[in-house]
């Protein structure tokens, strides 16, 4: 990273850590100072601000340790059938949005991607989690594959709270998070996405979405597909 645009990270990182730290300390100062005086229910209501602001901060360290990592490891890119890749992490969603109607839509044809697998993985946890998230109970969240002349194409569709064109390039920017009902409601720190299209891009791929407010989104992301040739390139590269 440059070094402004390292000072930047540095100052959004501090000032995002500032807000759980300061509610984690002011509650556990009120919890100690006046523990006889509080009742039961508040004890238990001051403790769940606690943990939820504790998980607030392991998310965001889990996140700039990817962000970093997305910005330095080395690919280990080989031939990679998205759609088993994809089959290994439904387990985690199944369990996460258990309310959720999950529709696989493959096609069992198609031929491999050249990717870093756990970068692959990455990336759909980042898009289905967000498709859970922006999305009420009862939703289906749609995962397809396919296929054109030069590329693999994965889509992941919602039927959720959508987003408007206007605000399609700030998604993709660190720590932008949108105005919506369930935004308030759910966990995030804007930095999934980001770090989906820094993966995408540097596996060679692209990402776009299409979406209409109020009834839902569908991300959009393009393989080329695996090709000897360019294989042995980059094994030269790196
Ligand atoms: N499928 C979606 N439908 C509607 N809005 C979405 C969807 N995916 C992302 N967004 C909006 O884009 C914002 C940025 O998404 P991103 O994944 O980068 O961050 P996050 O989910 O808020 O937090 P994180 O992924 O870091 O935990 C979200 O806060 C949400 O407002
Ligand atoms: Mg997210």
Redesign the pocket.
């Known amino acids: 990273m440059k070094n402004s645009i390292q000072e930047e990270f540095i100052s959004t990182v501090s000032h995002e850590m500032r807000t759980p730290l300061t509610s984690i300390r002011g509650f556990s100062q009120t919890l100690l100072n006046s523990w006889d005086r509080i009742d039961d229910e508040n004890k238990k209501k001051f403790i769940k601000i606690i943990e939820e602001q504790s998980n607030r901060l392991i998310?965001l360290v889990e996140?700039i340790l990817t962000v970093s990592k997305a910005n330095s490891d080395r690919q280990v890119r080989e031939k990679v059938y998205v759609n088993s890749s994809i089959e290994k992490i439904m387990p985690m969603f199944y369990e996460r949005y258990k309310n959720h109607k999950f529709i696989l839509n493959f096609n069992k044809e198609l031929p491999p991607a050249f990717l870093d697998d756990d970068k692959f993985q990455q990336i759909m946890t980042?898009?289905i989690?967000?498709?859970g998230?922006?999305?009420e109970e009862g939703n289906n969240i749609t995962i397809t594959t396919s296929l054109d002349d030069d590329n693999i194409i994965i889509k992941?569709s919602?039927n959720?709270?959508?987003?408007k064109e206007e605000?399609f390039d700030?998604?993709?920017k660190k720590f932008?998070?949108?105005?919506?009902h369930?935004?308030s409601k759910?966990?995030?720190?804007?930095?999934?996405?980001?770090?989906?299209k820094q993966l995408v891009e540097n596996m060679g791929g692209t990402i776009t979405l299409t979406?209409i407010e109020g009834s839902?989104?569908t991300?959009i992301v393009k393989f080329p597909i695996y090709n000897q040739e360019e294989a042995l390139k980059c094994s030269h590269k790196s």
């Open positions: 998310n996140n980042n898009l989690d967000n498709a998230k922006y999305s992941v919602d959720g709270v959508g987003i605000d700030k998604l993709f932008s998070r949108l105005e919506n369930l935004t759910t966990q995030g720190n804007g930095l999934g996405l980001y770090i989906t979406s839902g989104t991300f």
